[in-house]
């Protein structure tokens, strides 16, 4: 073995670079995917147990790390809910709430009057695996929407586990109706569909809610019941001004139209994209 | 012995070596940051501006959280309980907070991935105006082909008789719109995914491995004698080939006819192959028309490349194009350019004739996005006109107005009307 290492005349560095290189060459390929993987963007599914799919996107690059995303929690009118701070609840809030949450971190809910359950609180939790970029200034009033309905939380208490992945819209491909204040527009799968998949065709999925009737089973030495109790923010819901001013919207050079000289309103039948109007 | 304990420190080293750049490579990045700390401190109702780690980077650990209470009064009591709370100022107008503050750790304005231009992400704007996709064509008919959703243009005739199409800007507005995709199962088992944080405690070597020398050593052996390579004696005779290939020239004459009429090209003028045919052409073309059967039909600027009929001659028009350039330009605008669902906007459609020709049947059609929903009677246009509105088949509006008058040059109006976003 002397012999051998004196003919090969490495150095004891060089033998450690060697190894070293041969370590960073072997990883990536060991690493590579099947190719049948790359025609989703997400490849955790929505089941998995909380926070797996949002540190998994944590690796995926851009300024998502550190970030607090704006979250607006709504629930039936009167439901009071608390988030978790400093490893306990924190102050009951009057639905609808806003806090700004980590990327990739489970926040825990505490429900509590819930109306027509008076004395029931179910937990549920919140894991933001995406943010979206609203202009600066204007985060939270473009907070993430995530309803909670009287009926899951019904469910929830019936001891249904309820998984519900909120994605952004395709705006090319919008559902032609109104966004409703009180219910968020939900979409139903059947049971061995995964969530986050048909959320991923959809649009671009930014948080995943889960509702079960777990009973916390506190601990303070793992704080698993409270996922570790991530940093939070708690944003105040002022009333927003009515921006919907119809001033300075002329451009420069036009005058805005002032007289109303044009005929009725005539509604035609419906036609597709190439069509020929009326004479 | 001093040589096996180089070699077993050699091997501990690529040991420790390795494991470190496995551990290293297989751990993600974020977890290998230091937790993330909350320090919520007693008696500070407010916390100083300074002290807000408004530089955070994000490999930094999160120093301090802000906490805002909700300013109801029955929830002071609660918060006693849970320890006195950071506050932080909050924007009235946003809601978020001040502009010293911000509610994340910072990014930079207008942030998107490189070599991606703004406005960044589009699933999250709805955009108005243009004409983006396929290229709106207009027929004589003045039927409409290839509108697609969100675009807007104007049509207009030209004193030439041409229809013009003039698209307007383009209006970026951010208006996210959220839905879910809901799972209901039976919650049989709980799920709790551990990551680890950091680590700390490396593995160490449990037991070494004593290798002893070897008893015996192959002794290489140099060669006694060189053998030595002598070069050849004979080389072969590379010799070129004796024949030669034997071309034969084609007894045949060219198979290119040159054109039998013509005069110009019995000439000397020295014409390529490839010009040949088209002379000919021409030419067979000129004789044709220096026959009796003289051309009927002049038009200006254009050469005759068929001529039929035996009739002479009976009118002559005469066709004046106007010089000039028929130029419309339009301009669309927004009351805002951010909207959340339920809110309503005022869109603008100015348009003016900036050319030097007076333009005629200008029509301005603008096809709404389906998250867009035009509020009944709230149109106005300053220009005498008729106002449409189309369903189609996506339900979708397009909404139209025709002005009856011709736009002078430099007369110019506007359309207002608005809108409920969904």
Known sequence: ?279 | MRTKHHILHLKCASLATLICCFTACSLPQQQLRPPATIQISDNSPAVPLSTVPTTTHANSPIQQISYQQPPAASNAATAVKTGPIARIPLSAETGGPTSNIHPGAPYPANWSPPQISQPWPQDEYVYQGGDSRQQVNVAPDRSIHNLDEEDTIVHYHTRDGKIAIQPTNQIPIYAPRFSSVRHIGGASQYLYRDHASAVDNPLKIAAAQENLGSEQVLQRIQAGRNISNRRTGLYRDESKARDVEYRTASLEGSQRQRPENGTLLNTRVRIQNSQEARLSKQNATAITATDEETVKVYVKDFMPYKVTGQNQMRSTFHYEIAEGKSRLEIKKTSSNLNALPGDELEFMIAFKNVGDQPVSNVTIVDHLSRRLVYIEDTQSCDVAGQFFVNDTVRESLILRWEITEPLAVGESGSITFRCHVR
Do not use: W
């Open chain 1, 1 to 279: 073995m002397k012999r051998l290492l004196q003919n090969l005349k490495l150095s004891p560095p060089l033998y450690v670079a060697l190894i070293c290189i041969t370590t960073v060459f072997a990883i990536p390929t060991a690493a590579q995917e099947p190719s049948s993987l790359h025609d989703r963007h997400f490849r955790d599914s929505g089941l998995h147990p909380p926070g797996q799919v949002g540190q998994g996107f944590l690796s995926r690059g851009g300024p998502i790390p550190g970030y607090f995303q704006p979250i607006e929690v709504r629930a039936p009118q009167g439901t009071q809910l608390a988030f978790v701070a400093n490893g306990q609840f924190g102050p009951s809030l009057l639905a609808p709430t806003k806090a700004g949450m980590l990327i990739g971190a489970v926040y825990r809910m505490k429900i509590t009057h819930i109306p027509d359950l008076e004395g029931v609180e179910v937990f549920p939790s919140i894991e933001v695996i995406n943010r979206i970029y609203p202009p600066r200034g204007l985060e939270a009033k473009f907070a993430i929407p995530i309803h909670l309905s009287q009926r899951e939380i019904e469910m929830a208490v019936q001891g249904f586990f309820v998984t519900r992945v909120i994605y952004l819209e395709d705006p090319t491909n919008p559902i032609p109706a109104d966004e409703s204040i009180v219910r968020q527009r939900t979409l139903d799968i059947r049971y061995t569909e995964d969530p986050l998949h048909v959320a991923d065709k959809l649009g671009r999925p930014v948080a995943i809610l889960r509702i079960g009737s777990r009973s916390p089973q506190l601990n303070a030495q793992t704080n698993r019941f409270m996922f570790s109790s991530p940093p939070i923010q708690i944003i105040a819901t002022p009333v927003l001004p009515n921006n919907n001013t119809s001033a300075s919207i002329t451009p420069v050079g036009f005058t805005k139209a002032t007289s109303v000289n044009v005929a009725p309103m005539n509604r035609t039948d419906a036609r597709p994209v190439s069509f020929s109007f009326p004479r």
